[in-house]
Antibody, heavy 121, light 109 residues
Framework: QVQLQESGPGLVKPSQTLSLICTVSGGSISSGGYYWSWIRQHPGKGLEWIGYIYYSGDTYYNPSLTSRILISLDTSKNQFSLKLSSVSAADTAVYYC?????????????WGQGTMVTVSS | EIVLTQSPGTLSLSPGERATLSCRASQSVSSTYLVWYQQKPGQAPRLLIYGAFGRATGIPDRFSGSGSGTDFTLTINRLEPEDFAVYYCQQYGSSPLWTFGQGTKVEIK
């Protein structure tokens, strides 16, 4: 059974770079048919898709964040990561990694538990 | 960008009642790419319905999805105590690829 687990600092200073890792267990991140994504949820708010990476290394980012995002893949560790630069308080949120699956119309069928990231000095 | 508007914002019902949740899109959405999730406090969203109608693995048949074009509905028959949660609709395909509705909270009356 595939599981996802986010890890990274829970506190980031303004203007610095937020870095998170998602570790995939129970399956290979190199399998086709999945978009490995990052999604965030501001406190008490709805969900915002950040970006995805495919096993080939292709990426696509939310246009509202694209200038600050880098998503990369480490197939040797079965991980993918998110870097969000120049953060501000507006980036305070719970960050989820999730798997978008082709045969469900790219629905996110598996999610990590989420990790809270606070941007504060 | 396709905007998904969910209504009502909050639905107050008793266990055993039927919940009807609406998701309206600002432009037509392919049914293939319309999804519903359930989220409980402190938990990640859980996939309920994909392709507007298909139940995800392990989802009870009291959950059903319907609709097409710009109007979609999630129906929960005979609410169980564990069904009280926030429900989100989501579409895939139009930039920024994935967008979510703002959510409907189903609370115990």
């Amino acid at each position: 059974q595939v599981q996802l687990q986010e890890s990274g600092p829970g506190l980031v200073k303004p203007s610095q770079t937020l870095s998170l890792i998602c570790t995939v267990s129970g399956g290979s991140i190199s399998s086709g048919g999945y978009y490995w994504s990052w999604i965030r949820q501001h406190p008490g708010k709805g969900l915002e898709w950040i970006g995805y990476i495919y096993y080939s290394g292709d990426t696509y980012y939310n246009p509202s964040l694209t200038s600050r995002i880098l998503i990369s893949l480490d197939t040797s560790k079965n991980q993918f990561s998110l870097k969000l630069s120049s953060v501000s308080a507006a980036d305070t949120a719970v960050y989820y990694c999730a798997r978008g699956r082709l045969d469900t119309g790219w629905a996110f069928d598996i999610w990590g538990q989420g990790t809270m990231v606070t941007v504060s000095s | 960008e396709i905007v998904l508007t969910q209504s009502p914002g909050t639905l107050s019902l008793s266990p055993g009642e039927r919940a009807t949740l609406s998701c309206r899109a600002s432009q037509s959405v392919s049914s293939t790419y319309l999804v519903w999730y359930q989220q409980k406090p402190g938990q990640a969203p859980r996939l309920l319905i994909y392709g507007a109608f298909g139940r995800a693995t392990g989802i009870p048949d009291r959950f059903s999805g319907s609709g097409s074009g710009t109007d979609f509905t999630l129906t929960i028959n005979r609410l169980e105590p564990e069904d009280f949660a926030v429900y989100y609709c989501q579409q895939y395909g139009s930039s920024p690829l994935w967008t979510f509705g703002q959510g409907t909270k189903v609370e115990i009356k």
